[in-house]
């Protein structure tokens, strides 16, 4: 697959290292050169990282194309920012018709209503809510 993913955080990163290892074309995107490198410092973007890395606005339609997603598989949204990554689904979804789109909400509110839009979306918020209540019933 070719996936792009926009944010360079822990998740994206992450995500970036195990899917390039797994042997899927993988393209980082995020605004801030420091995060590139602070992944690489951490060692969760390691020298073997087959990936391409872009510097730029992850909702810059024109950055997008730059990167290939015109031919993704799939983009993954994890930024910071619910808001940014709602915009890159959506263009992702919308515009160019990538067949797998991703996009990480923390606000559970804000979740359901991009869920009736047709997006997939994760909110950790609630996956750690749950855990959180499962550990303390023992479950």
Known sequence: MKVLIIGCGRVGSS??????????????????????????????LPDSFKGTVVVGDGTDEDLLRRAGIESADALVAVTDGDNRNIMAAQIA????KVPKVVCRIRDPIREEVYKELGLMTICLTKIGAAMIEDMLQGE
Request: charged share 30%; aromatic share 6%; with cysteine.
């Open 15 to 44: 995500v970036a290292k195990e899917m390039c290892e797994a042997g899927h074309e993988i393209i980082m995107i995020d605004w801030s050169q420091d995060a590139l490198n602070k992944a690489a410092s951490r060692g969760i």
């Open 93 to 96: 979804r919308e515009i160019f």
